[in-house]
C-alpha cells in the first residue's frame, strides 16, 4: 500500500480504533461512525468522519467509491434473518 491509499474501516469500535491508530499517520483514514461522541474522537484522531449506519442502508450510498481498501470489524446484527 502506498500513503494515498484510501482505507475505510467499518465498525469504528474496540478493535477498529485500535487498526486506525497504527494506520493514520501513514494512509488516508476514514471510518463510519453513528455516534457524534465517536465521530469527535475520530476526527481528533485524524480520521475522516463518514457518518452513516449499517441497519439504514439508505445511509451507505456515500461510501461508494471512498476507499481502496476496506476493513470490516462491524459485528452481526444480534436479531433478524439477515446480514
Known sequence: MHSTTRILIIGFGDIGERVAKRLVNR???SALVRSD???NYARSMGIR????????PGS???LAGQADVVF?????PGDGVRD
Not at 49 to 56: H, M, P, Q, Y
Not at 72 to 76: E, I, V
Open 27 to 29: 494512509y488516508a483514514v
Open 37 to 39: 461522541e465517536r465521530a
Open 49 to 56: 468522519v463518514i457518518r452513516g449506519d449499517l441497519s439504514v
Open 60 to 62: 451507505l450510498r456515500k
Open 72 to 76: 470490516h470489524f462491524a459485528p452481526a
